[in-house]
């Protein structure tokens, strides 16, 4: 099951965050593999999507590809909020100072089953989401969180787990009234249809 | 500094107005579009911008509640048999409760205003349906509703609805095979909500988060009468709390209302009418703070039944799952309901049933729950979604008088003021009416096949959040607070909009009776002034 950028921008839509500049970023080929290291970005930037998208590889289902892509839209849209893209990247560069305590090496870096172990570990999994609070509330809500809510509210996302238009999306008013899913694409201009 | 000055009282206002939700918004309109200076008092915030920020609280935990309730402001004590929890049961903001509302609106039924006279229990209103017939028309063209006429239970209605239904959802259409041999109807739900664009906004587009927040502006709110109201003159001042209303020497005319800024400052707001618009707790407070020597239990309570007779309609609901998708959580409403039983007699209490779409869980809100992540939580997800099924019910409570909202004067809000208490109890004919939903939802879900998971009928039932019946309206200045025109006995320029008048509540979402009403006491407030 592939995730596209169509999908992270569905879900941007939905928060009221919509233009063109967040196609144009990520149409850039050097950030379309999502590792981050796209030319002109700062690098506390660089750090961000790079640990999202580590993040995300052990949130999401495993059969789920083209996380980089999506994340990295995604993370791009949320970031047009100054605040909440300081309160992500400072939460960020607190895990990875924990990942090279604990394990020797940023977030980003380490296997794919350190990862799920550290934020277990962490107590990130039985957290509660909290934006002001301790390391692992912040975590949950700003990393985990943030990345689950784009995945299951993303019509993608959505059709892994039975419907196509999940709360959050707006993904019109046909999809109530079938008996079962459709087999099309997901609409990402749905959202752009209000007033 | 400017935007305190922007809160000081309107020279030479003729009607001040105390709310800003549905029942002040459209009396605000449709005064201010006859000519009228009007100002509003409106105790909560103007919520400005797009509604992604409360789309949001809603949806992610660790945010606080979209609409900013439950502070010191809103301090209530809940007394009676039955907690009422009050602040999930009302929004202080410009548009006020519909902010957050479901958005469901049906007449009542004739039988409705004439409950003593046909069966001798609660009170008749000192109008029938027929005189407010053409009230619910209007009020069906001021909200925006989308409704066919494809229920016999309902009460007659000279046109059709000013936009089409929503379609029948799919889980509609496996509910009508079982409804079908049980010999019961299913009709569609009037929706105060564009099917079609209407009145300037958009049509649903199947965001799924009606309650509490549309993102798109396809759900009425109270704002767009506020918003034409401003368009039209009215002067409309938000986080204005009105603490007292004062009098004249005689005690025969409210001459000004007292409230507060945010800033610490009251003013004084003049005017020749006096609207009290405040959502069925709130109005009561507000009458019974402004007490004098002239009025000692209250203004305008010289029958001693303002506050009395608290009502509000019981839910009662049965689900379970099913062996096949139901396809639950795409929309944020619903889309078939059932009057067959309401007029019955045995129990004579109404009950309005209704078929859900929006049953058990959406994934992506118990993904944001979860204590696992991964294959895991879509293991978890791909079990507890899908099969749902469930249906609703509204069950009516009848009038007493020891149901009731009073002042708490030990308990104090910010500000010093009393809080409201609300004393609150659910009788046993209210409980036996909870029962026979119960027994009918049951016999639908058996038919289905479906194994029911949950209940809830008389022992654990909850309000609906519809307060009604704390300033009854009748013809007898002795046992009612309000006349026919929604004018105190009283107090002569002194008006109440909204579900505090009712006699008897039915068990209908109340809010197109406001509205139907709101437009009633405009017209007749107008004639006064003219
Ligand atoms: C969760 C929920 C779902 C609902 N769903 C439905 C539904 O589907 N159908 C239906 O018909 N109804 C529904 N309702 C009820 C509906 O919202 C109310 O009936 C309706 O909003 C009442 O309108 P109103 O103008 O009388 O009061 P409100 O909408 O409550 O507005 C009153 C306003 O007065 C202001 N105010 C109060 N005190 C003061 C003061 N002292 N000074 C200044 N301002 C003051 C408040 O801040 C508020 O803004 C629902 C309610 C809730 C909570
Ligand atoms: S489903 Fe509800 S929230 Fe979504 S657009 Fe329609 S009315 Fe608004």
Redesign the pocket.
Known sequence: MRLTRRDALAVLAGLGITGGALGLSTLDPTAADGDGSSGDRDPAETDLLATMTAAAEVVYPSQVTGVGEFVETYVTGRSRDASRQAAMETVVSELDEIARDWHGAPFADLAADDRDDLLRELGVADSEPVPEGNVSERVRFYVVNELLYAFYASPTGGRLVGIENPIGHAGGTDSYQRAAMDGGQSDVNAGENDG | MADERARAPVADADVCI????????IVAHRLAESGQNVVV????PRFDGDRREQLEAHVRPGLDGPWEMGGPRDAFSSSGESFYPLN???????????L???????RLHERDFELDSRHGVGADWPLDYDDLKPYYAEAERELGVAGAMDNPYAPPRDDPFPMTAFPPSHSDSIFAEACERLGLDMHSVPS?RNAEPYDGRSPCVGYGTC??VCPSGAKYT?ESHVEKAEAAGARVIDR????RLEHDESGERVVAAA?TTPDGETHRQAADQFVV????V??V??LLLSESDRHPNGLANSSGVLGRYFMDHLFAGMGGRLDRPTRQNHVGFNTSECHQFYDDTEPVNGVKLEFLNYAGPSPVIDALHADTWGDELLEQLDESYGTHISMGALVEQLPRADNYVGLDRETTDDLGDPVPEVHWSIDDQTKTALSRANEVQASVLDELGVDVEWTVGPDNTGP????MGTARMGDDPDSSVVDAECRTHDVRNLWI????VFPTGGA?????T?AAL?VRLASSLRARLS
């Not at chain 2, 618009?277 to 069925?280: D, H």
């Open positions: 105390v709310g800003a939700g549905p029942a002040g918004g008092l409106e105790a909560g999930a049961a009302r929004v202080k903001g410009v548009g006020g409760t519909t957050h509302w479901q958005g469901m609106v049906m105060a309650k509490p109270a204005a709390r009105v603490r409230y618009a405040c959502g069925g709130e109005t407070r507000l609906a959040f519809h307060h909009a909204g579900s505090s209908m979402n109340p809010t197109l406001i709101a």
